[in-house]
């Protein structure tokens, strides 16, 4: 039996115990409570028709929530969740200052360390300035940290510091555990790849960096330099350019500002974009928008065949959920699913953390070692994972 729950967060989790599953944000909050059930597409199936199938027989307004990895050949996770309070807003505003992390001995392994990925990016630069007949534009690269402490990382507490930025969504999503010990997936992602609700779509792409600063001014500083910034522009228009032409063959009307805006996190500056449009036809589920747009090069580049192939030959890990799109969808075929970065898998006792930068002509490999760890800083900081320092080789201290 489905049961929709509404009531104060405090009593859900009191009697529920904490969600297995959520998404938090100043605009919506999604908790779904007590068993998940997987969903498996029948084999050749497509995304939207395993979730369609399973409305066939269950409440409208239950939800589906899962993630797509990364390789859109791999296999999704998907749960059916039949206990669910969504709200159209953070259910428990959070206090103003996030609970600190407990205090934990971390051991830290960069992988790749940060030579490496600088070669990796110079890599790519280098086969970018080679082609002259259609030539790579844009390539996504990342890096990860894993970070492992005694005790098991606490999911709940791990997902409530994230949730106090409120310019994110921040984000838990139990995975396949096939090993045993229970994984999930965590994070804090700034970037909605695509929301739906009844004949109209949001998508809202980032790309083009810069670390936040303390000090005020070169805050400041920071973010007008980004805005001038012609490389970030470029990196920022391919992504903008990419999901126009996807949607627009399913789009009645379809909206995009004049020029790109500056959007902050708590640690981060990027150039945003808000597409907006009226689908030609409103029964077009989420999912299989979502699906059709993933991965846009936020995530991996373009052409988008060439950058994948590239990404698997510079990236020494499959990055399995990481840069996938991560989300909900109801019966109604409303949802949201988001890029899912500024995240963590999460096992027992071990953070995998993920950052990835775009790479286009005029980037600078030790410019995006830096921007790659800035982007790490959110989960470090929920984490408690202190600060690691990274030198440009010949930089003084
Ligand atoms: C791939 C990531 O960020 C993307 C989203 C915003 C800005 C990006 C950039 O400026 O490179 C990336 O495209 C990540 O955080 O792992």
Redesign the pocket.
Known sequence: MITQIEKPEASLAATFGEPRAAFRSRQETIEAFGPLQPVVPEPGADLAGAVAAVFEEMDPDSVIAGALPFDTGAAACLWYAPRVHRSGKMIAPPPAKADPPRSERWRLRPDPDAPLYARAVERALALMAADAIDPLRKV?L?RSLVAETDRPIDLAGLLSRLSHDPAVTAFLMPLPSPEGTPRALVGATP?RLLTKRDGTILSHP????ARRAKDLGADAAAAAALSRSAK?RH?HAI?VEFILDTLAPHCRRLWRPEGAALVSTATMW?LGTRIMGELKDAETPAIALAALLHPTP??CGLPRTRASRLIGELEPYDRGFY?GTVGWCDGRGDGSWH?T??CAEIAGCTARL?????IVEGSDPWGEVD?TAA?FGAMMAALGIPPVAEKRPGARS
């Open positions: 996504v990342s970037e980032l790309a083009g960096s970030d990196e992504v990027h936020a995530v840069a890029v970065i500024r993920y950052a990835g930068a775009g921007e982007k």
